[in-house]
């Protein structure tokens, strides 16, 4: 990654392919004036200004080159520091042709921008001190974003809420390490400036934030990746059934606007807003044929996986008492995943007979995974359950590992500034041990920050952010 | 197609996909109104005016519904008349994940806003007078653009090359049909204001141009579909590897730019700005096995479409008369298409005897496909043949079989107009076929419409434009 932040960037912003528009995006201390060197009124013979108009401006015209018109655009400008970067900054409205984009790509390439890197315009708008690193990051799962959940965790962390958060805990623990530092300059006369008693009830309120934030994690990689459910059962279940009929729903909602269908994924889907992405499992049944407890064990390791385990079973072939070998085998194996019990093949003829079959085991869904009896109930279920473990969209979630790893790394070091002032250890001891989580915290707002730390940030971001 | 033309259209301007930035576009008079209502500036709290800003003017601030901040987005402002549509219009950048783009549909949509038809925003520009119908078809074909070529015959017609040459020819028949119809009203009286030998000569002039016209479709078509190359020779003469070469040539230029590259169709490339687009064909020589001929005889219908047809044979397995014979074939179905003979698996030990072989065979290139040697001159053989049969960027070139279509009727109702001329038909008869020459021309650049012929257009455009 390049360390020059005042160079002159260019990079496709939209998508790919053709389209009505697409955006060419300029950044630097040359952007506004190459912009303008090409820049032509409509009529293509009257070179227009662009470097004397105020920022937040739009301007119509076209783009020359070699007497050749390229493209009749809208220029968007954005003068320094009042744009997303912090530099002066063009943004090139142009028909979304594949072959144009190339062009006015090449165009500022021969005449003194260079292409950006992934992630550079929010690399420089964090150089510049427009976002955080926290911030910075969020951008990225933003456009990532899939869902109604990832998509305002994203938003509340882009906007500031967990940055504001770990601001908050530096600023009490900098206070102390100050304190304390100022001690080790008069050591000679033993002097405490800090209050340790203080510092003890300030490091317990700090490390209960950093447990929550870092249990929060683990929701929060769910929000991101979908929250993972197996769906278990014997083969003759009707699992694959039960599973098109949840993905036919969702990629329904997905084309009910025109123009917006997007790749979808063959086993995620969002309903109500929460990502889950399913996995299809063989059936769980002990069995002494060696073949197929292959496919038992590998049953055992998505349960093992997953945050939901939905056991869908033929209410015609199980017996109540079948029913609750199946599900005590299961529960040896599900750990800490949720489980969801669903009697299939359920119709008006019989749906009475079978719930008296299975009348002890409260628990259990009826439905028909044929003609989607009751399930959108099993929807329900399924969100209500993640609601319940999990979320609410104003508190603070962690979804990014770099953080969690962070947030870790401060609170083993607090545990030890604890375990220190619990041993009434001197204060140079314990300033190393503050030190240490305050660059933790700072790392992660990018107040402690290099460049590789930089590099493996941004690369993970598209070119043209 | 809905020919309401103020209610507010929405639709998504960019490409599909996640990016860094997607534009959402609304026209029509609530526009301005329906973007306000949900504006608010980024903190979130205050609601911020756009219907008092002036147009070209951009704005910061984030899209709230229900409480939920959806996206901090860019909002440019353009006022009726000054924008594509001719109406009031906003363009709003977001971030560019497809959830995003979704939420912001949705939004609008669920309040008062349509989706927009293919090619409405283009269609109302039309409807207002922004742009001609010759014009805003040019639109489809700019985005289209797939090469330098392509796309200059396109911009030029967009940019009004095309239709002023049309309202000249147009100008100048409505004159003398004016005229005409003038002697109807005075029929009784015999006079005559149209000079019937003025009216000869322009009419030979119209007609001239539109031959030329109607000419220059046979470039347009082939500029805008590529230009059809057959490769055409014995199995083993090396098709393949040469169309491997002259494909992956082009795909490593188009990959030279990160993040343009773009969907490569197998059998297309572009050199030096002109589409070619290739065919495989089977081998060409006569035969006695029935299978083998069905191969042979969809080789010469392929021959057939060609406008080159590039003749490759193993140097070292052909001689000197079976070159002959087999080019003697080829002539025998290539009709107007150009032959490019090359002889392949050249190398510098046995160039020097080869090119004795084939001394009297002018015209053969003497090439290796497999190392490369002198394909970079079959390209520049191509190149040129295509520019000598055709094509000045300058010139107005017809590319739209619509448009062709109405200037072969023109042209054909002129040619009426000189019969009846030279057989002194009286005024009424004349003036029918002048009118109908007329409405023809006038349905170019849309003087003359109707739905359908509306419907037909802009259908083929894309969803955003």
């Given at each position: 990654?390049?360390?020059?932040?005042?160079?002159?960037?260019?990079?496709?912003?939209?998508?790919?392919?053709?389209?009505?528009?697409?955006?060419?995006?300029?950044?630097?201390?040359?952007?506004?004036?190459?912009?303008?060197?090409?820049f032509y009124a409509p009529g293509g013979q009257t070179q227009k200004r662009l470097?004397?108009?105020?920022?937040?401006?739009?301007h119509f015209g076209v783009l020359k080159?070699?007497?050749?018109i390229?493209?009749e655009v809208?220029i968007?400008?954005?003068?320094?520091?009042?744009?997303?970067?912090?530099?002066?900054?063009?943004?090139?409205?142009?028909?979304?042709?594949?072959?144009?984009?190339?062009?006015?790509?090449?165009?500022?390439?021969?005449?003194?921008?260079?292409?950006?890197?992934?992630?550079?315009?929010?690399?420089?708008?964090?150089?510049?001190?427009?976002?955080?690193?926290?911030?910075?990051?969020?951008?990225?799962?933003?456009?990532?974003?899939?869902?109604?959940?990832?998509?305002?965790?994203?938003?509340?962390?882009?906007?500031?809420?967990?940055?504001?958060?770990?601001?908050?805990?530096?600023?009490?623990?900098?206070?102390?390490?100050?304190?304390?530092?100022?001690?080790?300059?008069?050591?000679?006369?033993?002097?405490?400036?800090?209050?340790?008693?203080?510092?003890?009830?300030?490091?317990?309120?700090?490390?209960?934030?950093?447990?929550?934030?870092?249990?929060?994690?683990?929701?929060?990689?769910?929000?991101?990746?979908?929250?993972?459910?197996?769906?278990?059962?014997?083969?003759?279940?009707?699992?694959?059934?039960?599973?098109?009929?949840?993905?036919?729903?969702?990629?329904?909602?997905?084309?009910?606007?025109?123009?917006?269908?997007?790749?979808?994924?063959?086993?995620?889907?969002?309903?109500?807003?929460?990502?889950?992405?399913?996995?299809?499992?063989?059936?769980?049944?002990?069995?002494?044929?060696?073949?197929?407890?292959?496919?038992?064990?590998?049953?055992?390791?998505?349960?093992?996986?997953?945050?939901?385990?939905?056991?869908?079973?033929?209410?015609?072939?199980?017996?109540?008492?079948?029913?609750?070998?199946?599900?005590?085998?299961?529960?040896?194996?599900?750990?800490?995943?949720?489980?969801?019990?669903?009697?299939?093949?359920?119709?008006?003829?019989?749906?009475?007979?079978?719930?008296?079959?299975?009348?002890?085991?409260?628990?259990?869904?009826?439905?028909?995974?044929?003609?989607?009896?009751?399930?959108?109930?099993?929807?329900?279920?399924?969100?209500?359950?993640?609601?319940?473990?999990?979320?609410?969209?104003?508190?603070?979630?962690?979804?990014?590992?770099?953080?969690?790893?962070?947030?870790?790394?401060?609170?083993?070091?607090?545990?030890?500034?604890?375990?220190?002032?619990?041993?009434?250890?001197?204060?140079?001891?314990?300033?190393?041990?503050?030190?240490?989580?305050?660059?933790?915290?700072?790392?992660?707002?990018?107040?402690?920050?290099?460049?590789?730390?930089?590099?493996?940030?941004?690369?993970?971001?598209?070119?043209?952010?």
């Open positions: 990654m390049k360390v020059n932040r005042d160079d002159t960037i260019v990079a496709l912003a939209t998508a790919q392919g053709s389209a009505a528009i697409a955006i060419v995006r300029l950044s630097g201390s040359q952007a506004i004036a190459l912009a303008e060197s090409f470097q004397d108009k105020a920022g937040y401006t739009v080159y070699d007497n050749t390229i493209d809208l968007s400008l954005f003068k320094a520091p009042h744009s997303y970067t912090g530099q002066d900054s063009v943004e090139i409205s142009c028909h979304g042709s594949t072959y144009i984009q190339q062009q006015l790509l090449q165009l500022f390439l021969q005449h003194g921008a260079r292409m950006a890197e992934p992630g550079e315009f929010t690399m420089r708008a964090f150089l510049n001190g427009k976002l955080d690193l926290s911030q910075a990051e969020a951008v990225a799962d933003l456009i990532a974003s899939n869902s109604a959940v990832s998509h305002q965790v994203a938003m509340q962390q882009m906007r500031g809420g967990f940055s504001s958060k770990i601001k908050v805990l530096r600023d009490h623990l900098i206070n102390f390490a100050s304190l304390i530092e100022l001690e080790l300059d008069f050591s000679e006369e033993d002097v405490e400036f800090a209050d340790r008693s203080d510092l003890k009830q300030l490091v317990a309120s700090i490390s209960g934030v950093l447990q929550k934030l870092l249990h929060s994690f683990e929701v929060g990689n769910v929000i991101k990746n979908g929250i993972p459910v197996a769906i278990v059962g014997k083969p003759n279940a009707g699992k694959s059934t039960l599973l098109n009929v949840l993905l036919d729903d969702d990629r329904a909602i997905v084309s009910e606007i025109p123009g917006t269908t997007r790749d979808v994924i063959e086993d995620e889907m969002v309903i109500d807003g929460v990502l889950f992405r399913f996995m299809d499992t063989a059936g769980i049944r002990t069995t002494t044929d060696v073949i197929e407890q292959i496919g038992v064990n590998k049953a055992f390791e998505v349960i093992k996986k997953s945050a939901i385990v939905i056991y869908l079973f033929d209410a015609h072939e199980l017996s109540s008492g079948d029913l609750q070998l199946e599900i005590d085998l299961l529960k040896e194996h599900i750990g800490t995943s949720q489980l969801v019990i669903a009697a299939n093949k359920i119709d008006i003829e019989n749906e009475a007979d079978l719930q008296a079959e299975f009348a002890n085991f409260e628990e259990v869904l009826y439905l028909s995974a044929k003609t989607q009896k009751n399930t959108e109930q099993l929807k329900q279920r399924l969100v209500s359950l993640f609601d319940s473990r999990t979320v609410n969209a104003t508190e603070t979630i962690v979804t990014n590992a770099r953080h969690a790893d962070s947030l870790r790394k401060a609170y083993d070091a607090l545990q030890n500034v604890t375990r220190g002032l619990n041993e009434q250890l001197a204060g140079d001891l314990l300033a190393l041990d503050i030190r240490y989580a305050l660059d933790e915290l700072g790392s992660i707002v990018g107040a402690v920050t290099n460049a590789d730390l930089l590099e493996s940030i941004f690369t993970r971001f598209c070119i043209g952010k």
